[in-house]
T-cell receptor
Framework: SAVISQKPSRDICQRGTSLTIQCQVDSQVTMMFWYRQQPGQSLTLIATANQGSEATYESGFVIDKFPISRPNLTFSTLTVSNMSPEDSSIYLC??????????FGPGTRLLVL | AQSVTQLDSQVPVFEEAPVELRCNYSSSVSVYLFWYVQYPNQGLQLLLKYLSGSTLVKSINGFEAEFNKSQTSFHLRKPSVHISDTAEYFCAVSDIGGNQFYFGTGTSLTVIP
C-alpha cells in the first residue's frame, strides 16, 4: 500500500484568494491524481499530475484555475486560484503504484466565504 | 469510457442485518474492480479489489464482493452489519491497461441500532 498525506487538512478562505494543497506519498509512485468531491457527491477527476511536465486536465478544469506541480515521484501540489464559494469542496490527492490500485490521501476540506 | 452505476444512493439497515450494495459497470472489456469506503470526515480507504483469479474477494472486516462478468456487476455484501459500518461506499472500475478510474456516485450506508 501507499501512505499519502495532505496539507492542510482543512481551511477557510476568503473569496478571491488562492490556496495551495500539498500531497506527499511515502514512496515513489507511477501516477498521481487530483480529485474534487463536492458535498454529497462522488469524486470528479480534476487532472493527472505528470512528473516533469504539465498536468493533464479533464474537461471542465483548466490550468489557470487549478495549477498543478509534480516536481518528483512522491510530491505534488494543487492550487485553487481566485476562489469563489463554488470551490468549496473536498480536494483529494491519489496515487497509483503500478496500474492496479489507487490510494487516496485524507483530503483537504475547503470552505470559501 | 466506463460508467459505473450504484443503484442505491441510501441504504438504511438495522444492526446485525445483512446488506447488499449494488454496483454495475458498462463495458465488457477486461477490468479491475474496487470498493472504497469513506467514513464521516475522512478520506477514501480501499475496502477490497478484484484484479484476477477468484471472483469472490473479501475484506478483513467481513465485507465481500463477487465479480460477475456476464452481468457486469460487483455487488458488495456483508452478512451482519455493525454500527461502525456506517459510511459512504464507492464502487470504482478501471480498464486493464488504461490510466483512469471511474467512480460510482456512492451509496450511503446507515446502520440503525
Amino acid at each position: 500500500s501507499a501512505v499519502i498525506s495532505q496539507k492542510p487538512s482543512r481551511d477557510i478562505c476568503q473569496r478571491g484568494t488562492s490556496l495551495t494543497i500539498q500531497c506527499q506519498v511515502d514512496s515513489q509512485v507511477t501516477m498521481m491524481f487530483w480529485y474534487r468531491q463536492q458535498p454529497g457527491q462522488s469524486l470528479t477527476l480534476i487532472a493527472t499530475a505528470n512528473q516533469g511536465s504539465e498536468a493533464t486536465y479533464e474537461s471542465g478544469f483548466v490550468i489557470d484555475k487549478f495549477p498543478i506541480s509534480r516536481p518528483n515521484l512522491t510530491f505534488s501540489t494543487l492550487t485553487v486560484s481566485n476562489m469563489s464559494p463554488e470551490d468549496s469542496s473536498i480536494y483529494l490527492c491519489s496515487a497509483w503504484r503500478g496500474r492496479e490500485t489507487q490510494y487516496f490521501g485524507p483530503g483537504t476540506r475547503l470552505l470559501v466565504l | 469510457a466506463q460508467s459505473v452505476t450504484q443503484l442505491d444512493s441510501q441504504v438504511p439497515v438495522f444492526e446485525e442485518a445483512p446488506v447488499e450494495l449494488r454496483c454495475n459497470y458498462s463495458s465488457s472489456v477486461s477490468v479491475y474492480l474496487f470498493w472504497y469506503v469513506q467514513y464521516p470526515n475522512q478520506g477514501l480507504q480501499l475496502l477490497l479489489k478484484y484484479l484476477s483469479g477468484s471472483t469472490l474477494v473479501k475484506s478483513i472486516n467481513g465485507f465481500e464482493a463477487e465479480f460477475n462478468k456476464s452481468q457486469t456487476s460487483f455487488h458488495l455484501r456483508k452478512p451482519s452489519v455493525h454500527i461502525s459500518d456506517t459510511a459512504e461506499y464507492f464502487c470504482a472500475v478501471s480498464d486493464i491497461g488504461g490510466n483512469q478510474f471511474y467512480f460510482g456516485t456512492g451509496t450511503s450506508l446507515t446502520v440503525i441500532p
